[in-house]
């Protein structure tokens, strides 16, 4: 009688599936444990890893703000025209005013300025930057004025922004020229560029340094 075929019925019979070796179905099996503990491993490494360097998984921030004026009075130079007081409530609101119709924008400026110190003046020199001011106006929508001086390397000139009544922060940018070391740059405000003596709040005054 010839041989039959693997997986071969006889009629009326249902199809058998050919039996494979044990050894197949053992060296399946310990081939599926290797790839199990090869991932549990290199999972163990890499948590490990995460926990020696935490900053490693994450985000690098870009640098952060900083803070040039928090709203002491005591921190603004008023050139002459221009008035300072602190909010008689609050120690972190500067009210500021000026009579002044014209006004340059350069040196100190003709406005309430906040000189930056040295060392952060030279940091930033040949960056690009964005100022922001916290401020709000009480009863009057007058427009102010803000703008980056570099002493005697060249200045952003004003830039102007209509207030609220609420606070909100208003920002520009500006790349900051090469200029002379020693040399401080100051930010200036021109609280009232018509010169009513409208008076302008400002609590905050921050620059960030852009990628």
Do not use: C
Not at 29 to 52: D, E, M, N, T
Not at 55 to 81: C, H, N, V
Not at 166 to 182: C, H, I, L, Q
């Amino acid at each position: 009688m010839a041989a039959r075929p693997a997986g071969w019925t006889a009629p009326g019979q249902a199809p058998t599936q050919a039996v494979r070796p044990r050894g197949h179905r053992s060296r399946a099996f310990q081939f599926s444990l290797i790839i199990v503990f090869a991932l549990l491993a290199l999972g163990a490494g890499f948590f490990g890893y995460l926990r020696l360097n935490p900053s490693a998984g994450a985000r690098q921030p870009t640098e952060s703000a900083i803070m040039i004026f928090s709203g002491r009075a005591g921190e603004l130079t008023a050139a002459p025209g221009n008035a300072v007081e602190q909010d008689p409530s609050d120690p972190q609101i500067a009210w500021i005013r000026s009579s002044l119709k014209t006004a340059t924008s350069a040196g100190a400026t003709d406005g309430v300025s906040v000189p930056l110190p040295v060392n952060l003046s030279e940091r930033l020199q040949g960056q690009r930057i964005r100022i922001t001011v916290s401020a709000r106006r009480s009863g009057s929508t007058s427009p102010f004025a803000v703008a980056y001086s570099t002493g005697k390397g060249g200045t952003s000139g004003w830039i102007v922004f209509d207030p609220a009544d609420t606070f909100k922060d208003f920002r520009f940018s500006y790349v900051v020229p090469r200029g002379e070391a020693g040399i401080n740059h100051y930010v200036g405000v021109w609280p009232d560029i018509g010169g009513k003596g409208e008076s302008l709040a400002i609590r905050r005054i921050t620059i960030t340094p852009k990628p």
